[in-house]
Structures are given as structure tokens and as C-alpha cells.
């Protein structure tokens, strides 16, 4: 069975910068795009950033571009969101996610979260 950990989050001032991980076990990860989704109280979940098996052509929603870089570590299994710049509207409950390849558009199924293994997420909140 393949699990998802994140952690790395935490509380941070505006303007700081915070890294997260996901740790994945029960299978490689090298198998898996990967993704990073976040959610605020009351809203629906949001793509935030996503990284293929090959890291070709990454994915970043509007808010995240210039300021978060989503990575993989293949050999440590895990995958990184490093967030910088952070904004108060950046607090959320961030969450990683892995598909399978198939076919298709590529970031289709993670636009709408239609995902194959989601972690439990981890709190990031940042002060203003």
C-alpha cells in the first residue's frame, strides 16, 4: 500500500521562506508524477504545484510562480515544495499527492484532484 507523509510545516513570518517534504513508502516514486495541493478552511483543494516522473514541463499555479519550486528526490523517495516570498493568503493545510502516468493531457487529473494517493497534509500558516 502506498503511503504519503508530509512535513516540514509550521508557522513563519511574511516575506520568510519555508521548505515541505513528502516522503512516499510502499512503492518508487520514480513511478509517480507528483503534485502539491493546498487547502483553506471552507475552499475547495488547489494545485499549487506538480512535477512529473522525468521533471519535464512542471506545473505552478499563478500564486506560486517565482516564489515556490517544487522537486524530487527519487533515491530518498521524497519530494520537496521550497516556498519563499510567503504571503499571509499562503496559510493553508498543503497536501502531496502522486498519479500514476497515463494517458492524457498531462496535468489534467491533478487540476481536478482527481489523484491516485494523497498524504494527510501538514499545516503551513504564515503571520502578517
Known amino acids: 500500500q502506498v503511503s504519503l507523509v508530509e512535513s516540514g510545516g509550521g508557522s513563519v513570518q511574511a516575506g520568510g521562506s519555508l521548505s515541505v517534504s513528502c516522503v512516499v513508502s510502499?512503492?518508487?516514486?520514480?513511478?509517480?508524477?507528483m503534485g502539491w495541493f493546498r487547502q483553506v478552511a471552507g475552499k475547495e483543494r488547489e494545485l499549487i504545484a506538480a512535477?512529473?516522473?522525468?521533471?519535464?514541463?512542471?506545473y505552478y499555479h499563478d500564486s506560486a510562480k517565482g516564489r515556490f519550486t517544487i522537486s524530487r528526490d527519487n533515491a530518498k523517495n521524497t519530494v520537496f515544495l521550497q516556498m519563499s516570498s510567503l504571503k499571509h493568503e499562503d496559510t493553508a493545510v498543503y497536501y502531496c499527492?502522486?498519479?500514476?502516468?497515463?494517458?492524457?493531457?498531462?496535468?489534467?487529473?491533478?487540476?481536478?484532484?482527481?489523484?491516485?494517493?494523497w498524504g494527510k497534509g501538514t499545516q503551513v500558516t504564515v503571520s502578517s
Open positions: 512535477i512529473s516522473t522525468g521533471r519535464e514541463f512542471p
Open positions: 510502499g512503492d518508487a516514486l520514480s513511478t509517480y508524477h
Open positions: 499527492a502522486a498519479d500514476l502516468p497515463r494517458q492524457g493531457p498531462l496535468w489534467a487529473r491533478f487540476i481536478h484532484g482527481n489523484m491516485d494517493y
